[in-house]
């Protein structure tokens, strides 16, 4: 039997993405640019999943952010990345406007649960997920279940104090993962060793041209992350890792580091976890968050 009918959604720092799901997405991704303000966000989201839905009635609404929630779908932490985004019924608004179950998870969490179920960990019991972009983000995935911990923070690998980094962190502290290997990060050790201020993409491109303090700040990052990730599988014992997000498209550039440290730095019973790129790409967390809601029906 088909899997029942349901919305996806990806609420963004910069793009709102909707799509109707059943056993896959259906028809075309619908998106628009991230409005300021939780109530604009909100009705931006409402707007794009009638839109989606058409004239099919769907069965409920699954929507991957940015924060961390609550059990109710209520945002209880975000950073600036969403202005006043802390504090939103993201769920209850939807749920009232709608008519439909909702139900709202962290936007890392649901892309690492279609990456567990669709992607690159399909096949695993234990997949131990990160995305590395605007930031750097975690979960554990364990027998099709995200393991989000008591406050919902669980997985948080680019929260990892790595030794000899001292720059602070989006969140305020010192010396963590993301501070070092997300997108931005990267950016700023290219300036800092000298580099031109540019977008990691193009950073990306002059490291495969041979630029060597492009490759050594590519190198940071992938090092950094390296070093969390070995932290992360201490914890968890995966069977698989899966590195996914915008600065994932580095490659080689980044994994061929990132692989060399976890090695050197994790415990030898895990050094023989694979370390794979994500497969699902922008759709992850549609995806995710479309499975979140069917499995919540069920």
Request: net charge negative; with cysteine.
């Amino acid at each position: 039997m088909s899997a029942r009918s349901v919305i996806g959604v990806d609420i963004g720092g910069t793009k709102i993405a909707v799509a109707r799901f059943s056993d896959a997405i259906e028809g075309e991704v619908l998106a628009a640019p991230t409005p300021r303000g939780p109530e604009a966000i909100i009705a931006t989201v409402i707007e794009l999943s009638r839109a989606a839905s058409g004239s099919r009635p769907v069965a409920g609404i699954g929507v991957g952010s940015a924060g961390t929630f609550d059990p109710s779908g209520t945002v209880i932490h975000a950073t600036a990345l969403i202005p006043g985004w802390t504090g939103t019924r993201i769920a209850a608004s939807l749920a009232e406007a709608l008519g439909v179950p909702v139900v709202a998870l962290n936007d890392v969490h649901a892309a690492a649960l279609a990456e567990s179920q669709r992607g690159a960990g399909a096949g695993f019991t234990r997949v131990l997920t990160t995305t590395v972009g605007t930031g750097v983000g975690g979960a554990f995935v364990h027998d099709g279940v995200v393991d989000v911990g008591r406050t919902g923070s669980a997985g948080s690998i680019g929260h990892i104090r790595v030794p000899g980094i001292d720059r602070v962190c989006s969140c305020g502290a010192v010396g963590h993962v993301e501070a070092v290997a997300s997108g931005p990060g990267m950016e700023r050790t290219f300036v800092e060793l000298g580099g031109a201020t540019l977008g990691l993409r193009e950073i990306g491109e002059r490291a495969k041209a041979g630029d060597e303090v492009a490759r050594a700040a590519i190198d940071a990052g992938g090092a950094a992350l390296g070093s969390g990730l070995a932290a992360a599988a201490t914890l968890y014992d995966p069977d698989v890792i899966v590195i996914g997000g915008g600065a994932a498209e580095l490659g080689k550039l980044l994994f061929d580091t990132t692989n060399s440290v976890y090695r050197a730095e994790s415990l030898r019973l895990m050094r023989d976890v694979e370390i794979r790129p994500a497969r699902l790409g922008v759709t992850a967390t549609i995806v995710g968050a479309a499975l979140a809601i069917q499995r919540s029906l069920r």
